[in-house]
């Protein structure tokens, strides 16, 4: 099974601060990297899928990097609305699997 | 719109059965594979069970291997999860999920239903 390690696991920054959230796979998983947002008491919604390719209606904030073992999620400029947890799942190995996740708290 | 209505939780012994559904529309169904993934509580997501567009392939976490049976009925655009054999480490909410591609298989997720709870307990 590909395990993926998201980190950190809880992330405090202020408005306007960048975030960058991290995702290392035990194994290769290319590109085949998808990252959701999920808000309390919500389903989880599909930010970038491919490691870089934003899904539709996404801002431009969001934006993805990495192949292989190391992918990164990356906020710039962060909004009270982006307070979420946040997974990355991968779609190269089965079974499929996800991230634990990261939490993104806005101070 | 694309809409994911899920149904059929609730509460249920160990070692009981129970049949959630996700009613699909907004795409056409038959053309996507879907998934279900689950949440236990406070937990993080874990992918459950897949089916092919035509129900003919399927796909299972060993978690659920031999105890549950994902299908679906495309003249009425629902997909189910038929879960014996209930254990108390079942309990999550359940989510449907629509595969991202058509012509081609992705397995990735671009919408999700809200989820139905399914407690196991007695």
């Known amino acids: 099974e590909t395990v993926l390690t998201q980190s950190p696991a809880t992330l405090s920054l202020s408005p306007g601060e960048r975030a960058t959230l991290s995702c290392r796979a035990s194994q290769s998983v290319a590109s085949q990297l998808a990252w959701y947002q999920q808000k309390p008491g919500q389903a989880p919604r599909l930010l970038i899928f491919?490691?870089?390719n934003r899904a539709t209606g996404i801002p431009a904030r969001f934006s993805g990097s990495g192949s292989g073992t190391d992918s990164t999620l990356t906020i710039t400029s962060l909004e009270p609305e982006d307070t979420a947890v946040y997974y990355c799942?991968?779609?190269?190995?089965?079974?499929?699997?996800f991230g634990g996740g990261t939490k993104v708290e806005i101070k | 719109e694309v809409q994911l209505l899920e149904s059929g939780g609730g509460l249920v012994q160990p070692g009981g059965s129970l049949r959630v559904s996700c009613a699909a529309s907004?795409?056409?169904?038959?053309?996507?594979?879907m998934t279900w993934v689950r949440q236990a509580p406070g937990k993080g997501l874990e992918w459950v069970s897949t089916?092919?567009?035509?129900?003919?392939?399927?796909y299972y976490a060993d978690s659920v291997k031999g105890r549950f049976t994902i299908s679906r009925d495309n003249s009425k655009n629902i997909l189910y999860l038929q879960m014996n054999s209930l254990r108390a480490e079942d309990t999550a909410v359940y989510y449907c999920?629509?595969?991202?591609?058509?012509?081609?298989?992705?397995?990735?997720?671009?919408?999700w239903g809200q989820g139905t709870l399914v407690a196991v307990s007695s």
């Open positions: 089916i092919s567009g035509s129900g003919g392939n399927t």
């Open positions: 491919d490691a870089s």
């Open positions: 907004g795409f056409t169904f038959s053309s996507f594979v």
């Open positions: 799942q991968q779609r190269s190995h089965w079974p499929l699997t």
């Open positions: 999920a629509k595969d991202r591609c058509s012509s081609i298989t992705c397995y990735d997720f671009d919408y």
